[in-house]
C-alpha cells in the first residue's frame, strides 16, 4: 500500500468509515431490479437514479465523459443484458457538458496549453451537435449483433439546470 499516496484521501477513508457505521445490507443481488441500464455522463451534477425515479439495486448505470456509447459501454451493456437483468437501455447526455462545447483539436490544445501534455494519442469523442451524436450513439446499440434483438433502446437529453429528461429517440 502506498501510504504516501493515501494521505491525499483521508476525507475519503474518514467518510466511509462514518457511511460504514449507518450501511445496512439490503440483500440487494446485483442485478437491475427494475431492468434498466442508464448510460450517462460522468458529470457530478447528475443523479441518474433519482431523475428517472429509482433508487439502489434498480438500474445499472454506466458513466463516462460525455455519455457516449464506446466499445466498453457496449461491453458492459452485452454483459448487463445477459446477466444482469437489463431490460432497456436509456442514453442521457446532458445540457451544459464540457465534451460538447468544444472539438477534439481545441480540447487537445487545452489541455497541452494549460497542462503541457499531448493528449492527441486519446479519442475524447466530443460533439458539435449531442442531438446528433445522441442519435447515432442509440443507433449503434439498436444494430449491435449481440445485444439481444429488439431491446428497446431511447435517447434523452437530460438538463442539469431544471432536471428534465427532453427525448430525443
Not at 67 to 78: F, P, Q, S
Request: aromatic fraction near 4%; proline fraction near 4%; include cysteine.
Amino acid at each position: 500500500m502506498d501510504d504516501q499516496a493515501w494521505l491525499a484521501f483521508t476525507d475519503v477513508v474518514s467518510a466511509n468509515e462514518e457511511f460504514a457505521e449507518r450501511h445496512e445490507d439490503r440483500g440487494l443481488t446485483g442485478r437491475a431490479a427494475r431492468g434498466l441500464a442508464i448510460v450517462t455522463c460522468m458529470d457530478s451534477r447528475i443523479k441518474p437514479l433519482e431523475a428517472v425515479g429509482m433508487g439502489e439495486g434498480d438500474a445499472k448505470i454506466l458513466r463516462n465523459a460525455g455519455a457516449r456509447v464506446t466499445e466498453d459501454i457496449i461491453r458492459t451493456l452485452t454483459l448487463a443484458t445477459y446477466l444482469l437483468g437489463v431490460t432497456r437501455i436509456l442514453v442521457m447526455p446532458h445540457t451544459d457538458c464540457r465534451m460538447a462545447t468544444q472539438d477534439e483539436d481545441q480540447i487537445h490544445r487545452s489541455i497541452a496549453e494549460t497542462h503541457g501534455v499531448d493528449t492527441r494519442s486519446l479519442e475524447f469523442r466530443t460533439v458539435v451537435d449531442q442531438r446528433e451524436a445522441l442519435l447515432r450513439d442509440v443507433t449503434r446499440l439498436k444494430a449491435f449483433p449481440l445485444l439481444p434483438l429488439g431491446i428497446p433502446v431511447v435517447g434523452a437529453i437530460y438538463d442539469v439546470h431544471d432536471g428534465r429528461l427532453q427525448p430525443v429517440i
